[in-house]
């Protein structure tokens, strides 16, 4: 079974001393590296997103159980005054 995955082109624009450098490696495939580049700062931004969406998550849990505390110690505090 072979997956299809549709590529799209985009235009990248550099100065003409960073394009008479390249053309000094030609043994580089430009394209690759970029491509390679955007792969992985977009899967670096996908998983800080993620990560960022669960510290929410625990965040507002660690807020109900530190609140929760704050009762139980009230109602313990009530009852030893009695």
């Given at each position: 079974?072979?997956?299809?995955?549709?590529?799209?082109s985009?235009?990248?624009?550099?100065?003409?001393?960073?394009?008479?450098?390249?053309?000094?490696?030609?043994?580089?495939?430009?394209?690759?590296?970029?491509?390679?580049?955007?792969?992985?700062?977009?899967?670096?931004?996908?998983?800080?997103?993620?990560?960022?969406?669960?510290?929410?998550?625990?965040?507002?849990?660690?807020e109900?159980?530190?609140?929760?505390?704050?009762?139980?110690?009230?109602?313990?505090?009530?009852?030893?005054?009695?």
């Amino acid at each position: 079974m072979f997956l299809h995955i549709k590529m799209v082109s985009i235009t990248l624009s550099v100065s003409d001393e960073i394009r008479e450098t390249m053309k000094k490696f030609p043994e580089i495939n430009w394209s690759g590296l970029v491509r390679t580049c955007i792969t992985e700062k977009a899967k670096t931004l996908t998983l800080k997103e993620e990560l960022l969406n669960d510290l929410s998550k625990e965040k507002d849990f660690n807020e109900w159980a530190v609140n929760l505390g704050k009762k139980a110690k009230k109602g313990r505090l009530k009852s030893i005054l009695k």
